[in-house]
């Protein structure tokens, strides 16, 4: 077999080969990275640098990601020819597994494939990797490294090894664009993705789009300058990335279908994506974005389209994100506030944290803004300016450029509506700033420090290519709303370039002012421009008047003025009416679940005689609140405010489910509740979360920190006769799933799940104040991932439409009911509204109803009333027994209904005489029985507390 050998021997000399000479590089230093995984815990996140500080090994410092696939971005510090990538990996157990790790370089405006290493699966032997790829020399500024992890990475350390490339510098070569006479758009794989990149150009400007990455643009080439304005941030990032700030949605996730067309004037792409989830999937986001002939100017038209399916009109905040500026120099921004231009600089690895971060703008005064590099080019960027919310850049320390971004008010889009918009890129050379872009003109007011009473200046224009000719009128106003005068005026008629027209202002006094310029073409203004400067050091306050008075919502508070959602109950459902009417009167309580869920209110209120007061909540870990339930509460902010106006009111019960005490509730919401609780009103939280040790309700609920268990499902146990679980049938409870804490809740443990030594708590009662509490473990679907939480009152065992164990769909029987039963007497006994009759078992023993069914009572009252004992089955027929205090029951039968027979519930019709005294047990025997749907044999009546009644007991 020489063949193979000769190939297998090639293979290795090229290997030693690559190895040798990666071996001969030195490790380039100075570089950043980036990514948008997120870390698996605070412990294991990067305060920066940590993957290039040197330190490699079990004992270094790991970063942990949770990403399938982890895709990292490596910038280098210059272009370097690039022989070898080494990741060192950890492996802390069998969870992490990794297929593969690849390496791909930047070249010709995409990532191209330079090689890669098989990863780790199976046993834990190995626990430390050194992954290491050597590859041909590859000239690039810029590596991605993807880690095909299962779920989870820990890389404690990466290192790049090449040279510096000869003749480094910001051009980018080997970009996918030609030289064109007139406009083109082409499609081609540039990433070997199987989904083909959309390349835009004309003689100006060349642009690609990667419809299947948000259909963001990656590259923005000014080939006058032969400048890449875009940087490539990874993912979805971008230029053009499509997203809302609320409700909080990235189109930029959704793959984005593409059209294209050309003529002999103009050539165009039109991108468009549908979102998910709620209102979100009924929205369509589209952007056609257009190159004329021989123009620099880049023209988006956008559309956001609510389909008349949605049958909502709906609010919305559109958001535009860009990476732009030119990578490996110094980068400055404008933004036209009614302060001036705002300006901030910044340059990968000398801006300082201090000055790094969030730069928000919200009184703006023009609809622009502009980045502009060291050497002159840069762009101009122009929006409508009556819908704008803010401007916003963000400067990240370890980042080349910083982001331009800008937002619009929240603007209501009725049903088959849309709203449209345009954006406007004008990129320019040889500016030497920017105080203005409007129409088809970026523009600058340039002058030195003023000298005696007057100043030299010049602006400075830049029409686009092909534009017609505009007049410029100079004047200048004093500040701050003193007297105005024209002091001149000049033409512009030279396209494609910076163009300089003197201005000379004199005959100024000492005095405060600022130099205006209106740019007119044909009588027409387009726009204006100003500049604050001062005569003899006199400082006044500068303002600029707004273009426009700006439309929509501008604050998500005001959501507040939108139409309220309030639970209602004109939908009836089948019930059994456990608790209606209650004696004394509806309990008053405040109700709070997961808003997705919010419908197992009204199921209780139908059972249950409450005057409930509800606010909306979610139980998801993120900011998204999207489609769900009320308007005016779109952030968890609004929903704390709404809590602390209803917590103005007192109550009689606080029923709270899922939700985190330290998350969802302000300290003032937390005080007010407690001060009720501890003042006699109930608490019943269902799967509580967040609290911490030392507050009163941690003494109340005695219960730490806890998550979901995803595995165990347990039954359900009575422990030991108590008003809340007598008479229940409990083998009749399906299986849930728990709460598992650190420190199980701890008090009078009424009920718990599992057996042996898998039991823990499932209700715990205990006293805080005057107040009774109740702690309930069971399963509502809440836990850490942002994108779960859908807390009910009842146990989940089903999720997103479909059952979380085969055997829940052969549950043929009436369960909810006895949950409801349930929830029912934890609420009379919580609030304190027991009545003093408890029915503590039902027996029904013969399914053949030859055997009178039992159903044992206890009172405490000794007055002369009447008492009724109501014995209801779903889908049978039903009756009552009336009892008089005093007298004992004289054979009462019940008898199986008729329509029992077709079905697993039964009922019984009858009456008969109650004889109590004080304290003693009372049997009403019948002829029918309860089984299934309806009432089973019930626990032994002996050990039972004081007297209850079972809640709706006449």
């Known amino acids: 077999m020489p063949k193979p050998m000769s190939i297998f021997g090639t293979v290795i000399a090229l290997s030693a080969c690559l190895s040798a000479l990666a071996q001969d590089a030195p490790a380039l230093q100075q570089w950043t990275y980036h990514t948008d995984a997120y870390y698996l815990s605070d412990q294991y996140a990067d305060p920066g640098g940590r993957l290039n500080d040197g330190q490699v090994g079990a004992g270094a410092d790991k970063v942990i990601y949770r990403a399938s696939p982890l895709v990292m971005q490596i910038s280098l510090a210059e272009s370097a020819e690039v022989t070898r990538v080494v990741a060192h990996v950890h492996r802390h157990n069998g969870n992490y597994t990794l297929t593969d790790f690849r390496a791909r370089a930047l070249a010709g405006g995409h990532f191209e494939e330079m090689g890669s290493v098989p990863g780790f699966f199976g046993e834990v032997t190995q626990k430390d990797f050194e992954l290491a790829i050597d590859v041909a020399p590859t000239t690039t500024q810029r590596l991605q490294l993807v880690f095909s992890a299962g779920s989870i990475i820990s890389i404690s350390e990466i290192e790049v090894f090449g040279n510096a490339a000869a003749g480094a510098g910001t051009v980018q070569s080997d970009l996918p664009f030609a030289d064109v006479d007139r406009p083109t758009v082409s499609e081609k794989d540039l990433d070997g993705d199987g989904t083909a990149e959309i390349i835009l150009e004309n003689s100006k400007v060349g642009m690609v789009f990667y419809p299947a990455l948000g259909g963001v643009c990656k590259v923005l080439y000014d080939k006058r300058s032969e400048t890449d304005l875009a940087y490539d941030a990874g993912g979805d990032m971008g230029v053009l990335r499509d997203q809302l700030w609320d409700p909080k949605y990235f189109f930029s996730k959704r793959f984005y279908f593409a059209e294209t067309g050309s003529d002999d004037t103009s050539a165009w792409v039109k991108l468009s994506a549908t979102g998910e989830g709620g209102i979100l999937s009924f929205m369509q986001m589209t952007k056609r974005v257009s190159l004329g002939q021989g123009s620099e100017i880049i023209t988006a038209d956008y559309e956001l389209a609510n389909d008349p399916s949605s049958q909502t009109d709906y609010v919305f905040g559109m958001w535009w994100h860009n990476f732009l500026g030119v990578h490996g120099a110094t980068n400055t921004y404008y933004v036209p506030t009614v302060d001036g231009v705002a300006e901030v600089t910044h340059e990968m690895g000398v801006t300082s944290r201090e000055d790094a971060g969030d730069k928000w703008y919200y009184d703006l005064a023009r609809g622009w803004t502009a980045v502009r590099s060291g050497n002159g080019p840069g762009v101009a960027v122009q929006m409508p300016f009556k819908y704008l919310n803010c401007i916003y850049n963000w400067i990240g320390t370890s980042m080349p450029v910083a982001t331009v971004e800008w937002r619009f008010n929240r603007l209501e889009i009725a049903c088959g509506d849309m709203l449209k918009a345009q954006v406007r890129m004008i990129p320019f050379v040889d500016m030497p700033r920017v105080d203005g872009s409007f129409a088809d003109v970026v523009g600058a007011l340039v002058f030195d420090e003023p000298a005696g009473n007057g100043l030299d200046a010049r602006a400075v224009i830049t029409l686009a290519e092909g534009a017609e000719p505009v007049r410029l009128e100079f004047g200048w106003r004093t500040l701050p709303d003193g007297p105005s005068a024209t002091v001149g005026s000049g033409e512009v008629s030279e396209t494609g370039v910076a163009v300089e027209v003197p201005i000379e202002v004199g005959g100024l006094a000492a005095g405060a002012y600022a130099l205006t310029c209106t740019v007119t073409r044909d009588g027409e203004v387009l726009g204006d421009m100003e500049r604050p400067f001062s005569i003899g050091g006199v400082r006044a306050v500068y303002a600029r008047e707004p273009l426009e008075e700006r439309v929509g919502l501008a604050r998500t508070e005001d959501d507040e003025g939108l139409p309220r959602h309030e639970l209602s109950r004109e939908v009836v459902t089948p019930h059994v009416p456990w608790a209606t009417p209650l004696p004394g009167g509806p309990i008053k309580a405040l109700t709070l679940t997961g808003d997705q869920n919010c419908r197992e209110i009204v199921e209780l209120a139908q059972r249950l005689d409450m005057d409930f007061t509800y606010v909306k909540f979610r139980t998801h870990n993120s900011d998204q609140w999207l489609y769900q339930g009320d308007r005016s509460i779109p952030t968890l902010q609004h929903a704390q405010r709404r809590l602390a106006e209803k917590l103005a009111d007192e109550y009689d019960l606080f029923l709270i489910s899922g939700l985190e005490w330290d998350r969802h509730f302000t300290d003032a919401i937390r005080a007010r509740i407690i001060e009720q609780v501890e003042g006699g009103a109930g608490l019943i939280y269902i799967q509580p979360d967040g609290i911490k040790a030392g507050e009163p309700l941690a003494e109340a609920l005695r219960v730490s920190a806890g998550d979901r268990s995803f595995w165990g499902y347990y039954q359900w146990h009575p422990s030991g006769g108590h008003y809340l679980t007598d008479a229940l049938p409990w083998e009749l409870f399906p299986v849930t799933r728990r709460m598992d804490y650190e420190t199980q809740p701890a008090g009078e443990v009424i009920a718990t799940l599992g057996e042996g030594d898998k039991e823990q708590p499932l209700i715990v009662a205990n006293q805080l104040g005057e107040g009774r509490t109740l702690a309930m473990t069971w399963d509502v679907l809440t836990h850490t991932f942002p994108y779960r939480g859908y807390a009910g009152l009842t146990p989940s065992i089903s999720y997103r439409g479909g ?143 004081e007297a209850r009644a079972e809640p709706g007991a006449e």
């Not at 009545?835 to 000794?862: F, K, M, N």
């Not at 009892?883 to 027979?901: F, K, P, T, V, Y």
């Open 803 to 945: 059952w979380l164990r085969p055997e829940f769909a052969e549950m043929t029987w009436h369960y909810w009911e006895y949950w409801y039963a349930l929830l029912a007497r934890s609420c009379t006994w919580a609030a304190q509204r027991t009545s003093p009759l408890d029915i503590v078992s039902v027996e029904a023993t013969d399914p053949a109803g030859e055997t009178p069914a039992q159903i044992t009572v206890r009172g405490a009252c000794t007055d002369e009333r009447t008492y009724t004992v109501r014995v209801t089955c779903p889908g049978a027929d039903a009756g009552a027994i009336g009892c008089r205090s005093g007298e004992r029951a004289r054979g009462a039968e019940l008898r199986r209904g008729d329509r029992s027979r077709r079905g697993r519930g039964v009922g019984g019709v009858g009456s008969g005489d109650l004889q109590q005294s004080a304290g003693g047990d009372h049997h009403v025997a019948g002829s029918g029985a309860a089984h299934g749907a309806g009432f089973v044999a019930g626990r032994p009546a002996n050990g039972r507390r």
